[in-house]
């Protein structure tokens, strides 16, 4: 009998979701309506809008890139174990997660439009949804669920089978 596959370590799927989210901020940041929050720069405090400027958005994307790829792994990882609908259940955090995230950011930080904050979010699922489906092919497969035995069922109380007997 052969051994499971060792899970993959946390930095092999933090890798994978980085390259994942970079991809994505590299695609999307090219139409403003589609662009992650962290890289609406127009749209920040002059402060902010300074120091992130002179980094430039390249090197903003990787750093929040790398942190997001971390926190991916990390819950890929926790619910390795589930047994039933671990694709939804990841992809259902991450968006979960993106959207609060990135709303936060909005109402904190940025100070756009409702539109534009609304397609930026809204843009931010599939990224989610695709950083959770290879996530999830790159766990191994979960272990079966164990399966309930039925209850043992008490002897039922037929009558004998056979002639009828008379009775003194």
Not at 30 to 44: D, G
Not at 93 to 121: H, K, Q
Request: hydrophobic share 50%; charged share 15%; no cysteine.
């Amino acid at each position: 009998m052969s051994k499971p596959p060792p899970p993959p370590s946390v930095a092999r799927l933090a890798a994978l979701a980085g390259l994942i989210h970079f991809g994505f901020d590299s695609v999307l940041r090219v139409w403003p309506a589609t662009t992650p929050p962290h890289l609406l720069t127009p749209y920040m405090s002059e402060i902010f809008r300074g120091m992130l400027e002179m980094l430039g958005l390249t090197p903003i994307s990787l750093v929040t890139s790398f942190v997001n790829g971390v926190i991916s792994a990390i819950f890929a990882i926790a619910l390795q174990e589930a047994t039933t609908r671990r694709f939804a259940k990841v992809a259902a955090l991450l968006g979960v997660l993106w959207l609060i995230t990135a709303g936060l950011t909005f109402a904190l930080y940025l100070d756009a439009p409702r539109g534009l904050a609304a397609t930026s979010l809204l843009a931010g699922l599939p990224r989610a949804l695709t950083v959770a489906y290879f996530l999830e092919r790159a766990l191994p497969p979960a272990a079966p669920e164990p399966r309930e035995e039925a209850p043992a069922q008490p002897p039922s109380e037929e009558p004998p089978s056979g002639p009828p007997t008379a009775s003194a």
